[in-house]
């Protein structure tokens, strides 16, 4: 059984930071592509960052410089360090896995409930 739970949300003021954390069980990080997708409420679901089997870093472009995606393949966790923070950063944080590497070739996708990320002023 594949799970994936996020944790390290909450809220935090403007220029704040926080890291995000992701616990994998039944997924290996060393062979599937893992991630962060973030939604905020009436917007679609939106990639924010993303690893793939070896080592290279997808990030949205609103993000870089700001954001910072790593992983622990033995310990089966992937963090995303979050610095600079801004009201639009606001969201829920969804920690994925993508069984493709992704490479858009198809295969399973695997995503956790979530952890809110407030951000005000």
């Known amino acids: 059984q594949v799970q994936l739970r996020e944790s390290g949300g909450g809220s935090v003021q403007v220029g704040g930071s926080l890291r995000l954390s992701c616990a994998m069980s039944?997924?290996?990080?060393?062979?599937?592509?893992v991630g962060w997708f973030r939604q905020a409420p009436g917007k679609e679901r939106e990639g924010v960052a993303a690893?793939?089997?070896?080592?290279?870093?997808m990030y949205k472009e609103s993000v870089k410089g700001r954001f910072t995606i790593s992983k622990d393949i033995a310990n089966s966790m992937l963090f995303l360090q979050m610095s600079k923070l801004e009201l639009e950063d606001t969201a829920m944080y969804y920690c994925?896995?993508?069984?493709?590497?992704?490479?858009?070739?198809?295969?399973?996708?695997?995503w956790g409930p979530g952890t809110q990320v407030t951000v005000s002023s």
């Open positions: 994925s896995a993508d069984s493709d590497d992704c490479t858009g070739a198809g295969g399973d996708y695997y």
């Open positions: 039944g997924v290996s990080s060393g062979t599937y592509c």
């Open positions: 690893i793939d089997s070896t080592g290279h870093t």
